[in-house]
C-alpha cells in the first residue's frame, strides 16, 4: 500500500501544507480523510517544548472487505516559514490492511523496553474505573463511541510511558483495555480499529484515544481525563 | 408572503387580528435574534489565502478585540482547528460569535476545508481576507468563493453578508490606500457585487490592521465589525 508524505512546503508557487509524495492509487474519498485528520489538533505545536515531538495517529479509511487504516507518524519540525512562523509539522502516512496494521501495533509495542510496558500496564489497572467512568462522562463526544482522553506531564521520555499504555489499550491486550470498548468478536457495534493519537495539544476532534499533556488539559472544558502520572 | 391560517385570521377579526399577527411577527423575529446573539452565536467563517491572517483575526475577537502582543500563529495544519462560540463586545454590545473552524488557506485546502466549512457551518457570514503580497493567489480564492457559493444552494441559503478585509494596513497602509490595491481585482469586485445582488447578501471592502485594530481610514476595525454582525444577525440593525 502507498506511503503518503504531507509536508510544509516553503518554495515554488503553490507553499503551505500539501502532499509531496505520489497520491495515486488511494481513493479520492480516503485522500480527503486523510489530508483532514493525519495531524492531531491542537495549536502551541511551536513551543520549544514540543519542537521534535512525535505523535502516532491511526484512523479508520475504510472499514469495508478488508478494511484500511491510515497509520500517520507525525513529527514536529523546526520549519520557519516566509512570515516567521512554527510549529510546522509533517506526517508520513501508510495506509494498511486490518492484518498488516495488527503486526503494526504489535511490533511497535514489542520495541519499547518491557520496564516501560510494565509500568503502562500497572498505571492502566490501577485506573479501571477512571477507564470505565470517565469515558461515559464526556459531555462532547457521542455517548456510543466515546472518547477516552488521557494526561501526564510532557517530556518525549516520559511520552514512551504514554505511548505504552494507549498502545496496549488499542491492542485489547488485556481484560482492562476491554473498558474502552469490548471486543468486536463479542460487541458487533465495536469499532474494528480503535482511533488513537499518542500525542495532541486539543482533544477535540481528536481520535477515540488521544493522549495530551497535563499542560493542554486546563483548556478542555466538559471533556473528562485520565490522568496517567 | 401571508400564509392561509393569517388570511382566515385576518378576515375573522379585521384589523386588530392584523395588529396581532403583526406583534406576533416582530415578537418571533426578536425571539430569533436574541436566540442567536446572545445564546447560540452567529455563525460565520473565516476565509482568505494562507498568510492573510484568518488565524489571528479569530484570536483577536475570541480576546474582545484587545490588542494581541504576544499572539504568535502557526500554519493551520489540514483540516484545520475547531473554534468553539465565544462571546465578544462588538461596539457596545456583548454578542456571541459562532466561526465553527479555523482553516488554513493553502490551496489543497479550498476544496476540502472550505466547502465542507461553508456546508457544516451554513454561515450568516463571510469575512474574506486578503494582503498587499500575492494578488494572483489572492484573486484565485476569492474566485473559488464566489463560486461556492453560486455552487453550495443549501449551504448559501443564510448568507447575508460578505465582508472583504484588505489586512495588514500596518504594513502597506503608508504608501498605498486600499483602493491602490485593489485596483488589480477589478472583475473580482465587479463579480462579488454581482454576485451580492443576486443572491441577497450585503458586501463591503474595508482595509485596516487585525494586529492594530484599525481600518485604513482612521476608524476602529470594531466599527466595521459591528456593521457586518448586525447585517448577519436575524434582526438586522
Not at chain 1, 71 to 89: A, H, L, M, S
Not at chain 1, 141 to 158: A, G, I
Not at chain 1, 159 to 177: D, I, K, M, P
Not at chain 2, 170 to 178: E, I, N, R, T, Y
Request: glycine share 8%.
Amino acid at each position: 500500500m502507498p506511503t503518503l508524505t504531507l509536508d510544509y512546503v516553503l518554495e515554488g508557487r503553490q507553499r503551505g501544507y500539501q502532499f509531496t509524495s505520489d497520491t495515486r492509487g488511494v481513493a479520492p474519498d480516503q485522500l480527503k480523510l486523510i489530508w483532514r485528520n493525519a495531524i492531531p489538533r491542537g495549536s502551541a505545536w511551536s513551543d520549544p517544548a514540543y519542537r521534535g515531538a512525535r505523535s502516532l495517529k491511526c484512523f479508520t479509511v475504510d472499514d469495508a472487505g478488508a478494511g484500511s487504516i491510515a497509520v500517520c507518524d507525525v513529527i514536529g519540525t523546526d520549519q520557519v516559514d516566509e512570515v516567521g512562523r512554527t510549529g510546522i509539522r509533517r506526517a508520513v502516512i501508510q495506509v494498511m490492511r486490518y492484518a498488516e496494521y495488527q503486526a503494526f501495533l504489535r511490533e511497535r509495542l514489542a520495541a519499547i523496553p518491557v520496564a516501560v510496558i510494565r509500568d503502562a500496564e500497572r498505571a492502566l489497572y490501577a485506573r479501571n474505573w477512571d477507564l470505565l467512568l470517565k469515558k461515559h462522562s464526556n459531555a462532547v463526544h457521542s455517548p456510543l463511541k466515546p472518547q477516552t482522553v488521557f494526561t501526564d506531564d510532557y517530556s518525549p521520555e516520559r511520552w514512551r510511558f504514554v505511548e505504552a499504555c494507549l498502545l496496549l489499550l488499542v491492542t485489547r491486550a488485556t481484560v482492562l483495555t476491554n473498558l474502552i470498548e469490548v471486543t468486536p468478536k463479542v460487541n458487533p457495534f465495536a469499532d474494528r480499529a480503535l482511533s488513537f493519537t499518542t500525542l495532541a495539544l486539543d482533544a477535540r476532534e481528536e481520535s477515540r484515544l488521544v493522549a495530551i499533556p497535563a499542560a493542554k488539559a486546563a483548556g478542555l472544558r466538559g471533556i473528562p481525563v485520565v490522568n496517567l502520572g | 408572503m401571508t400564509t392561509l391560517f393569517e388570511r382566515v385570521f385576518v378576515s375573522v377579526f379585521g384589523q386588530t387580528g392584523r395588529d396581532f399577527i403583526d406583534g406576533l411577527q416582530r415578537s418571533s423575529s426578536s425571539l430569533s435574534d436574541f436566540v442567536y446573539v446572545k445564546v447560540f452565536g452567529l455563525p460565520f467563517i473565516v476565509l482568505g489565502a494562507r498568510q492573510t491572517g484568518k488565524t489571528t483575526l479569530i484570536e483577536w475577537m475570541r480576546h474582545n478585540l484587545h490588542e494581541l502582543d504576544s499572539f504568535a500563529p502557526e500554519p493551520t495544519a489540514p483540516g484545520g482547528d475547531s473554534v468553539p462560540a465565544f462571546s465578544a463586545r462588538i461596539g457596545g454590545e456583548g454578542m456571541r460569535l459562532k466561526p465553527t473552524r479555523d482553516v488554513g488557506g493553502e490551496y489543497d485546502m479550498w476544496e476540502t476545508d472550505w466547502v465542507e466549512l461553508f456546508r457544516v457551518a451554513k454561515p450568516r457570514g463571510i469575512i474574506f481576507l486578503v494582503d498587499h503580497t500575492d494578488v494572483l493567489a489572492h484573486k484565485d480564492a476569492l474566485n473559488f468563493v464566489m463560486n461556492m457559493i453560486d455552487e453550495e444552494i443549501e449551504a448559501k441559503r443564510n448568507l447575508k453578508a460578505f465582508l472583504v478585509l484588505v489586512n495588514k494596513s500596518d504594513l502597506w497602509g503608508g504608501k498605498l490606500s486600499a483602493d491602490d490595491l485593489l485596483h488589480s481585482y477589478g472583475n473580482e469586485v465587479k463579480r462579488l457585487k454581482n454576485q451580492a445582488a443576486r443572491v441577497g447578501y450585503q458586501t463591503w471592502i474595508v482595509g485596516g490592521s487585525v494586529r492594530d485594530g484599525v481600518t485604513d481610514s482612521g476608524e476602529t476595525l470594531t466599527a466595521s465589525l459591528r456593521t457586518f454582525f448586525n447585517a448577519i444577525r436575524p434582526k438586522p440593525r
